[in-house]
């Protein structure tokens, strides 16, 4: 039997309902990529060296000669150079006291170079994060992918990859070109087979071009059917994928590095199980009967589409398990229908990724299919509330935007607008599909599946009926699979370095914001202490969470009499949202002593 398979998105708005545009300058931009390392003072503004004093000198244990020795190159130099604190690797770190210029700078690490019993004497460099936000004009408005409590943590994932050398097969209407997406092409096919079906007049070929899926009139495709404009769903759902970034237009892709095949199988009324099933098969480098080799095979295939059947049809079920036994991930939308998934293919079939919808605000979307047979969610965005009339547009802003064209029935000029749907979830978890690929060739369909489900986070906001195990998170998924330090946005480490004073018999705090990371805290949260005193016992230190919660570091003790806290404490804040603002407090509770907080940190 084929069943026939409809497209999953909902709504489309005009353009002139899309929420106004955010130019460049309304956005922070990144540093730009910066070296590591810098081969003199002058490369960048110094405000520390760091001396190594040779193994048998009195500077290279005690902290009291090497204050005095700072003092002393200060005096010789003209610098207000002081002692800070004794690093992990025996290194002393000299503070210059502010407002040295790179003439100050060289004087000063000449008279420590002079010094036979240094060792070394070198620059406190600064290193910055390699990521760069995309200079694309509408990356602001990508909610879905930044923001912390309905977004995906995808910014934070584009440190160790963006999907280079993986392609992601889109299996939908086809594709109306779009400049956004032209770069990130390749060659696809037509497998709808049905010539009137297809609107281009010899069914099935080469050309995956959208011809549109517009219907004239009611009842047109089946009792009860609509009449409606054309979709240019599959340029849409490509758009979310793999839209091109850095090039100062439009928006970008989960997987901006990675390239897109359009797989057309949906046209006027939809398409056939029968076409959708071959479509797999090729897409994933299987043979199919009368068809050419597919050139270029897809690691991961995108399926934002389905229909009503109480069961996975063999034909759909043959089809996803030979492209996954030939490495390729499927991936396949819930459905819209704000019901049980198990009612609804192939997103009831085995072997997918089955992903359902969540909102700007961290809930199921209202239309979003659910249940148990969920794998995992993605934002598939609302644009319109629940109780407002179907088929209006009310809150734009809140959709997923992407690469579209403008024409009512056939192809105009490309453009960019909101959609919501869980069409439009799917292909986040395909490019997220991608991404794991690229940083690691060698995982399976079931690996990836895996690292995301064990990488997500709770759902923030509602989910009645069961939304898999939650929000995949991009960034904390490719640290998982690569071992490495995420981005902004999945975790890291937050830091202030302001000095902040501590007088006697009094309470000092310094404050920073976490932004970006979703989700809780962790139950190993790392809070880093630099705090300069002459009598460390007079101290006791807190971390105070968002909400209030106070977590002691230290308590005082009238028998510790040596300088400075220098060290990390661990701390339990699973039950603390991770995005806030976060003090350290420190008390003074004797008189005599004073010092200052110099620097604190947070690691996620």
């Given at each position: 039997m084929a ?7 909902v709504?489309a708005?005009?353009?002139?309902a ?9 956005r922070p931009?990144a540093?730009a990529a910066q070296?590591?390392a ?6 960048a ?7 190594t004093?040779k193994?048998r ?6 902290n ?17 150079l ?5 690093l992990?690797?025996?290194?002393a ?6 407002g040295a210029d790179a ?15 240094v060792?070394?004497v070198?620059?406190d460099?600064?290193?910055f994060?390699m990521?760069?936000t995309?200079?694309?004009t ?12 309905g977004?995906?943590n995808?910014?934070?994932a584009?440190?160790t990859?963006t999907?280079?050398g993986?392609?992601v097969a889109v299996?939908?209407?086809g594709?109306a ?7 990130n ?16 007049g010899?069914g099935?070929d ?11 009139t ?5 009792f009860?059917?609509?009449a ?10 490509a758009?979310?994928?793999a839209a091109?970034?850095?090039?100062n237009k439009g928006?970008?892709?989960v997987?901006?590095?990675a390239?897109?095949q359009?797989v057309r199988?949906?046209g006027?009324c ?11 098969t090729?897409?994933?480098g299987?043979?199919?009967?009368g068809?050419?080799a597919?050139?270029?095979?897809s ?11 109480s069961?996975?049809p063999?034909?759909?079920?043959n089809a996803?398990n030979g492209?996954?036994?030939r490495?390729t991930?499927v991936?396949?939308a ?5 019901a049980?998934?198990?009612?609804f293919t192939?997103?009831n079939c ?6 359902a919808?969540t ?11 659910y249940?148990s047979g ?6 598939g965005?609302?644009t319109r509330?629940a109780?407002d009339?179907?088929?209006t ?6 959709g997923?935007?992407?690469?579209l ?9 490309e453009?960019?607008?909101p959609?919501?749907g869980t ?5 986040h ?5 991608a991404?794991l690929?690229s ?5 399976t ?8 489900k ?5 759902v ?5 009926g069961?939304?898999g195990v939650g ?5 904390k998924?490719?640290?998982a ?9 999945g ?5 202030n ?10 309470t000092?705090v310094?404050s ?8 809780n805290a ?6 880093g ?7 460390r016992?007079?101290?006791v230190i807190d971390?105070?969470a ?7 570091l230290?308590?005082?003790s009238?028998s510790?009499s040596?300088?400075?806290v220098?060290g ?6 699973s ?8 003090q350290?407090?420190?008390r003074?509770?004797?008189r ?9 940190s947070l690691?996620?």
């Amino acid at each position: 039997m084929a069943a026939a398979a409809t497209i999953l998105g909902v709504t489309a708005t005009s353009s002139a309902a899309v929420a106004a545009q955010a130019g460049p300058s309304d956005r922070p931009v990144a540093p730009a990529a910066q070296s590591m390392a810098q081969d003199s003072p002058d490369a960048a503004p110094v405000e520390k060296v760091i001396v190594t004093y040779k193994s048998r000198t009195a500077e290279a244990t005690s902290n009291s000669a090497a204050k005095s020795d700072a003092a002393e190159k200060g005096r010789k130099t003209g610098e207000k150079l002081s002692f800070e604190r004794r690093l992990a690797g025996g290194g002393a770190l000299v503070d210059l006291g502010g407002g040295a210029d790179a003439k100050d700078v060289t004087e000063v690490l000449d008279a420590f170079r002079d010094d036979p019993a240094v060792a070394s004497v070198e620059p406190d460099i600064r290193a910055f994060p390699m990521a760069v936000t995309p200079n694309d004009t509408d990356y602001a408005k990508q909610w879905d992918f930044f923001e912390s409590t309905g977004g995906m943590n995808v910014p934070g994932a584009w440190d160790t990859t963006t999907g280079s050398g993986v392609t992601v097969a889109v299996i939908d209407t086809g594709y109306a070109g779009h400049s956004d997406l032209s770069a990130n092409t390749v060659s696809g096919y037509d497998f709808i087979s049905d010539s009137a079906d297809a609107r281009d007049g010899n069914g099935r070929d080469g050309d995956p071009t959208d011809e549109g899926d517009w219907n004239a009139t009611d009842n047109e495709c089946y009792f009860g059917s609509k009449a409606g404009d054309s979709s240019w769903h599959g340029t849409h759902v490509a758009g979310t994928v793999a839209a091109a970034a850095n090039n100062n237009k439009g928006v970008a892709g989960v997987a901006y590095g990675a390239k897109v095949q359009h797989v057309r199988v949906l046209g006027k009324c939809g398409g056939a199980s029968s076409d959708i099933a071959d479509a797999i098969t090729w897409a994933s480098g299987g043979s199919v009967p009368g068809v050419p080799a597919n050139p270029n095979p897809s690691q991961v295939i995108n399926l934002s589409l389905g229909g009503a059947s109480s069961t996975c049809p063999s034909v759909y079920r043959n089809a996803i398990n030979g492209a996954v036994s030939r490495g390729t991930t499927v991936v396949v939308a819930a459905g819209n229908s704000n019901a049980d998934v198990s009612g609804f293919t192939p997103a009831n079939c085995a072997n997918v990724i089955n992903v359902a919808a969540t909102s700007r605000e961290g809930n199921r979307s209202f239309y979003s299919n659910y249940g148990s047979g969920i794998d995992i969610s993605a934002p598939g965005g609302e644009t319109r509330r629940a109780t407002d009339t179907p088929g209006t547009v009310t809150t734009p802003e809140n959709g997923i935007l992407s690469t579209l064209n403008s024409g009512a029935t056939t192809r105009s000029s490309e453009n960019y607008e909101p959609y919501m749907g869980t069409s439009m979830a799917a292909p986040h978890i395909a490019g997220l599909a991608a991404l794991l690929k690229s940083a690691d060739s060698s995982l399976t369909p079931a690996e990836i599946e895996t690292a995301m489900k064990d990488n997500a986070r709770p759902v923030p906001g509602s989910c009645s009926g069961g939304c898999g195990v939650g929000i995949a998170d991009a960034a904390k998924t490719v640290e998982a699979v690569t071992g490495g330090t995420p981005g902004g946005g999945g975790g890291g480490t937050f830091s202030n370095t302001s000095n902040v004073t501590i007088s006697d018999n009094s309470t000092s705090v310094s404050s920073l914001s976490v932004t970006g990371v979703t989700g809780n805290a962790p139950s190993d949260l790392k809070v880093g202490v630099d705090i300069v005193h002459t009598y460390r016992g007079d101290l006791v230190i807190d971390l105070i969470a968002p909400d209030g919660s106070a977590y002691r570091l230290k308590n005082s003790s009238g028998s510790d009499s040596a300088d400075d806290v220098l060290g990390t404490y661990t701390v339990d804040a699973s039950s603390e949202l991770a995005a806030g603002v976060w003090q350290l407090q420190v008390r003074d509770v004797y008189r005599g002593d004073t010092g200052y907080i110099d620097a604190w940190s947070l690691t996620f």
